[in-house]
């Protein structure tokens, strides 16, 4: 017997195990299929799609893929945890949403969706040569768009955006914010309050602003000492609220503790209203300056993990920042990484040794703003090079 988790979108933390048995599952030799053989074993061997990976043809079923009918073996399941909410600079997404690999994408044309799929999982799902046929569409409109649930194998899971955040939340330690996304014509400007840090280029340059709007989208505060509720109601209501800790080469007389106080304070304050499904984000970024104790602190309040966004350059880390956040992008692999505590502390003296100005921590974060091209307008002409 194994133990095989399933997904159920109305819970909140807990989730149903139930025990399905497997003489194939019970063997870790247990064969795994090419994808393209999966629908020989389910319409000739009559073997339930649920007992499959749709990803990978695995007998080794995990859990339920959240989005279609089928199963996900344990390494697929991290995959796509990893991947799904990651975003190219067009504002789709950056791999299949079936398998989250992938090199030849089909994008959804529906303006309403981001979502690609994979020329292997279209072919191997939804009928050989399916993909040759939507690459002749002159305006494909995808699996989880279309009027109708079932496409060969394919057959989208009802209510499974309650089932994608059911496995986000089951595989973490804190909760997964998840929205419903706004139709293309509903879509406004994207409202931001800045705390210490100004954010407008890294937003103009993905399109999220204008050049030159001002502060009726985003206001930018360095000091915020004397703001209070009043301010913040009268100023909003936001949609975005982002703050951090001072950098090298900018002016501070203040202690990275009281970026975070700061910021909680003036969070509750623009935070919706309970009862209002307005999507709502936010994001904490720590420079390398604060404690242990600090981030400790910081986890506590802000009620989620810290994840290390670093730059790379060969297998020198150059600059690397942690950050808080319920933006679905920032827990992805590509963005973040599990570094040594003992190596951001050498980077942070680094850095003071130094003295040289660092650029600031927007840079390192500016594409993980991407997810919010399903819930706020954007200005195709300002998307730029993630340089």
């Known amino acids: 017997m194994v133990a095989v988790s399933v997904l159920d979108p109305g819970a909140e933390c807990n989730m149903d195990v139930i025990l399905v048995g497997s003489s194939e599952l019970s063997s870790p030799g247990s064969p795994r299929l090419r994808r393209d053989r999966i629908a020989y074993e389910v319409k000739v061997n009559q073997r339930d799609i649920e007992d499959l990976c749709i990803c ?3 007998f080794q ?3 339920q893929h959240p ?5 996900i073996c344990a390494p697929c399941k991290d995959k796509f945890l990893d991947c799904f909410f990651l975003y190219d600079e067009d504002g789709y997404q950056s791999y299949c949403s079936i398998c989250c690999t992938g ?3 089909l994008i959804c044309e529906n303006p309403d969706c981001t979502r690609c799929y994979c020329f292997e999982c279209v072919d191997a799902l939804a009928g050989p040569g399916t993909s040759g046929k939507v690459q002749a569409m002159s305006n494909w409109v995808c699996f989880l768009c279309l009027p109708f649930p079932r496409c060969g194998l ?9 089932r994608l955040k059911a496995l986000y939340d089951q595989e973490s330690e804190s909760p997964f914010e998840m929205y419903k996304i706004v139709p293309v014509w509903k879509r406004e400007p994207v409202r931001v309050l800045a705390l210490f840090g100004d954010i407008r280029k890294e937003l103009t340059s993905l399109g999220f602003l204008e050049d030159g709007s001002g502060t ?7 000091d915020v000492t004397d703001v209070v509720r009043r301010d913040v109601e009268h100023w909003g209501p936001f949609d975005l609220v982002y703050g951090c800790t001072s950098h090298l080469g900018q002016a501070c007389d203040r202690p990275p503790g009281w970026y975070l106080f700061q910021f909680h304070r003036i969070l509750q304050y623009a935070r919706p209203r309970p009862g209002r499904p307005q999507p709502f984000f936010w994001m904490f970024v720590d420079n390398l300056l604060m404690s242990k104790d600090d981030r400790s602190v910081a986890t506590r309040f802000l009620e989620v993990d810290p994840v290390t966004i670093q730059d790379v350059c060969g297998t020198v880390v150059q600059d690397a920042v942690l950050v808080w956040s319920n933006i679905p992008a920032v827990r992805s692999s590509r963005h973040s990484a599990l570094v040594p505590q003992e190596e951001l502390s050498l980077l942070a003296q ?6 040289s100005p660092t650029p600031g921590p927007a840079k390192l974060v500016k594409n993980c703003f991407l997810p919010l091209r399903e819930y706020f307008k954007y200005f195709s002409a300002g998307l730029t090079s993630s340089s």
């Open 56 to 58: 990978c043809g695995s």
């Open 61 to 63: 079923v995990y859990t």
């Open 67 to 71: 989005l279609f009918e089928g199963g």
């Open 103 to 105: 090199n030849t994408l």
């Open 154 to 162: 394919l057959r989208q899971r009802p209510k499974w955006r309650g």
């Open 216 to 222: 009726d989208r985003l206001r930018h505060l360095d």
């Open 350 to 355: 680094d850095r003071q040794r130094a003295k």
